[in-house]
Each structure stands twice: as structure tokens, then as C-alpha cells.
């Protein structure tokens, strides 16, 4: 499953790229500046948090990774439910979908708490 979040993380990341990239220039114009920067808020996010999802990658352990595995899934699912939500706002979707964004939050919130544990676990002080 670690192999799976490096592969994840790089095309999360790539695809903040992309999608800023498609913001700043194909969406520029079509949807109003408020919009825009919501999709903004987004790729912002979902970058950052494709980042915390390389570290994951990086650090854990191949076995009883327990931690690591629960923060990167928490990591994936707030991706998807926060950004997801903020881009499918951002192109017009109605206002209900927004009810999915804090959920995204916390759990991206969660996935850092469980990356704290995983950390404090692993790796002992010096």
C-alpha cells in the first residue's frame, strides 16, 4: 500500500499542475473571479496535501505501518472530498455539494494527526 501512496501522491500532484494550469488559463474569463479563486483554494490543497501524501510514501515502513497507512487514506479521501467538491463548486455545481467540503477537511485534518502518531511512534527521540 506505501507504493501505492508514492504513486498516488505523484499524480495528485501532477494533476495540481494540470489543473492550475487549466485554471489560469482555460477557466480565465468563463467563470467569475470568486470562482476562480475557489478553484484556486483547490489546487492549493490539493497540492500541498499530495505533498504530505509523498512524505507517507517516503517514511513508513514496509511492515505494521498501521498509522501511515490510516494518514495517507485520510489524505486521499480529504483530497477527493475537499477539493473535489471545491472544483465541482467552482464550475457551478450547486451549492449543495459544498456540504462535502468540511468533511474533506477534517478529514485532511485527521491525516495529519495520524501522520503526528505515525511519527512520534516510528521514530524515537534522539
Request: net charge positive; charged share 10%; glycine share 14%.
Amino acid at each position: 500500500m506505501i507504493r501505492s501512496f508514492g504513486i498516488a501522491a505523484a499524480s495528485l500532484g501532477a494533476a495540481a499542475v494540470a489543473l492550475g494550469a487549466f485554471g489560469a488559463h482555460a477557466l480565465r474569463g468563463h467563470i467569475d473571479d470568486a470562482a476562480l479563486q475557489v478553484w484556486h483554494t483547490a489546487v492549493e490543497y490539493q497540492f500541498w496535501h499530495g505533498l504530505a501524501l509523498l512524505a507517507v510514501a517516503g517514511f513508513a515502513p514496509a511492515h505494521g505501518a498501521r498509522w501511515w497507512r490510516a494518514s495517507g487514506i485520510a489524505f486521499i479521501a480529504g483530497i477527493v472530498m475537499l477539493c473535489g467538491s471545491l472544483y465541482a463548486l467552482a464550475l457551478g455545481a450547486p451549492h449543495m455539494v459544498g456540504a462535502v467540503t468540511p468533511l474533506g477537511g477534517i478529514a485532511l485534518i485527521l491525516g495529519w494527526i495520524m501522520l503526528g502518531i505515525a511519527f512520534r511512534r516510528d521514530f524515537p527521540r534522539v
